[in-house]
């Protein structure tokens, strides 16, 4: 399929975080750059609660109730100019951004234990490879992979980063909610398609 080429809600866009068997080595996390690498890492998905990881597999981060802004923001610092109506822009300090994910928070999702894949990742300081995918109708299947996201149209971006925080906040009269922060620790590679 192609990328998305017409205008419409992004109802089914995903977040997916690869979970292989072994932990990426710091060579692996220098050399992941290329479309085909990351591709390779989401290539069958497994449940986030009594997965087997292995080589290509990842989980999908389910019940998101809303996304952040995605992309790597400029670093554009205004000086105020003495006597002059404009400020000038420079150049700042590029920071690695974050992401924050709300999530309608499912807690059997999140506990921490033995079978628990994604709870187990959270401020676990470990790096992994993330898939962003703007979808605006349902795939087959999320694997990058032609017969499964590859049947509708959809844009990946990936990136890689660590699992860095979940925060509660119950409601009282909705879904209790929680927000993922995830760090992003490399540039955003994108927009591909399958």
């Given at each position: 399929?192609?990328?998305?080429?017409?205008?419409?809600?992004?109802?089914?866009?995903?977040?997916?975080?690869?979970?292989?068997?072994?932990?990426?080595?710091?060579?692996?996390?220098?050399?992941?750059?290329?479309?085909?690498?990351?591709?390779?890492?989401?290539?069958?998905?497994?449940?986030?609660?009594?997965?087997?990881?292995?080589?290509?597999?990842?989980?999908?981060?389910?019940?998101?109730?809303?996304?952040?802004?995605?992309?790597?923001?400029?670093?554009?610092?205004?000086?105020?100019?003495?006597?002059?109506?404009?400020?000038?822009?420079?150049?700042?300090?590029?920071?690695?951004?974050?992401?924050?994910?709300?999530?309608?928070?499912?807690?059997?999702?999140?506990?921490?234990?033995?079978?628990?894949?994604?709870?187990?990742?959270?401020?676990?300081?470990?790096?992994?490879?993330?898939?962003?995918?703007?979808?605006?109708?349902?795939?087959?299947?999320?694997?990058?992979?032609?017969?499964?996201?590859?049947?509708?149209?959809n844009t990946e971006f990936y990136f890689l980063g660590k699992v860095e925080a979940l925060?509660?906040n119950p409601q009282l009269t909705d879904a209790n909610q929680a927000t993922l922060t995830?760090?992003?620790?490399?540039?955003?590679?994108?927009?591909?398609?399958?």
């Amino acid at each position: 399929m192609a990328h998305l080429s017409s205008i419409g809600a992004g109802m089914f866009t995903d977040m997916a975080v690869a979970s292989p068997l072994t932990d990426l080595t710091a060579a692996q996390v220098s050399a992941m750059t290329t479309e085909a690498l990351f591709v390779a890492a989401f290539a069958s998905e497994i449940p986030a609660v009594g997965g087997t990881e292995a080589a290509g597999t990842f989980i999908r981060v389910q019940n998101i109730r809303e996304f952040p802004a995605m992309g790597i923001p400029a670093n554009i610092v205004n000086v105020p100019r003495f006597g002059a109506r404009t400020s000038s822009q420079v150049q700042g300090q590029a920071d690695a951004p974050t992401t924050e994910i709300t999530l309608n928070y499912v807690a059997s999702d999140w506990a921490k234990g033995s079978t628990q894949l994604l709870g187990n990742m959270v401020n676990d300081g470990i790096v992994r490879a993330f898939r962003f995918t703007i979808l605006n109708n349902a795939p087959v299947a999320y694997g990058s992979k032609a017969a499964e996201l590859g049947t509708v149209p959809n844009t990946e971006f990936y990136f890689l980063g660590k699992v860095e925080a979940l925060v509660y906040n119950p409601q009282l009269t909705d879904a209790n909610q929680a927000t993922l922060t995830v760090s992003m620790l490399s540039e955003l590679y994108g927009g591909f398609t399958v």
